[in-house]
């Protein structure tokens, strides 16, 4: 079955420290696609990236990047330099191909950056 | 293109009302999902549909709960006879595809007293 964990219940920082989230995912699919999002107090979620299971390539998009290891079933998410803009709470999800094509989502990682 | 809409974005209604919520997804979006998320949770799936047919249901889905999508765009959720316990925020999302990334709406914040 789908599952998504984040250990990280909540985490805080001071600003400009560098915090890595953790991801750890199961599935018994072999095509399957891993997102996290990003919940601010505002509550809409917002999309952060989507890769899938036949890409292990990481990823940086500026402060961001994404490390997905298949060996681990992990798909951890850094913030480089982190700003008080940052703080939200921050969710993993998975989507399998052929097993129902819902997202499944982790608990989510709470995530205060402070001043 | 102005994104997922959810409508209404606050509901109060009396334990055992029925309610009823909307939710319009990005126009060229095949694919609406549902879900409902509680206070310090993820987001938990109720329910998607691929143009007007709906394709899963959870089974948190009980039966006082019934979704729609009569002509493949808009979309309702309706809970009958609501508990206490359906207070919660609810979400729509729509995407193109199975396995792209979901559009989220700002959801449908209900309250049943």
């Known amino acids: 079955a789908q599952k998504v964990t984040q250990a990280q219940t909540e985490i805080s920082v001071v600003e400009k420290e560098d915090v890595t989230l953790d991801c750890v995912y199961e599935?018994?699919?072999?095509?399957?696609?891993l997102f996290w999002y990003k919940q601010p107090p505002s509550g809409e979620l917002v999309f952060l990236i989507r890769?899938?299971?036949?890409?292990?390539q990481n990823e940086i998009s500026g402060r961001y990047s994404w490390n997905f290891q298949k060996s681990t079933s992990s798909f951890n998410f850094t913030i480089t330099a982190s700003q008080v803009v940052d703080s939200a709470v921050y969710f993993c999800a998975l989507s399998e191909a052929n097993y129902g094509q819902n997202f499944v989502f982790g608990p989510g990682t709470r995530l205060s950056v402070l001043p | 293109d102005t994104g997922v809409s959810q409508d209404p974005r606050h509901k109060i209604t009396k334990r055992g009302q029925n309610v009823t919520f909307r939710c319009d997804p990005i126009?060229?979006?095949?694919?609406l999902y549902w879900y409902r998320q509680t206070l310090g949770q993820g987001p938990e799936f109720l329910t998607y549909?691929?143009?007007?047919?709906?394709?899963?249901k959870s089974r948190l889905l009980s039966d006082r709960f019934s979704a729609e999508r009569p002509k493949g765009s808009f979309s309702t959720l309706e809970i009958q006879r609501t508990e206490q316990g359906d207070s919660a925020m609810y979400l729509c999302?729509?995407?193109?595809?199975?396995?792209?990334?979901?559009?989220f709406g700002q959801g449908t914040r209900l309250t049943v007293v």
């Open positions: 126009s060229e979006h095949n694919r």
């Open positions: 999302a729509s995407s193109e595809r199975g396995g792209d990334e979901a559009f």
């Open positions: 599935t018994r699919d072999t095509t399957y696609y």
């Open positions: 549909f691929q143009n007007e047919a709906q394709l899963e």
């Open positions: 890769r899938n299971s036949f890409d292990e």
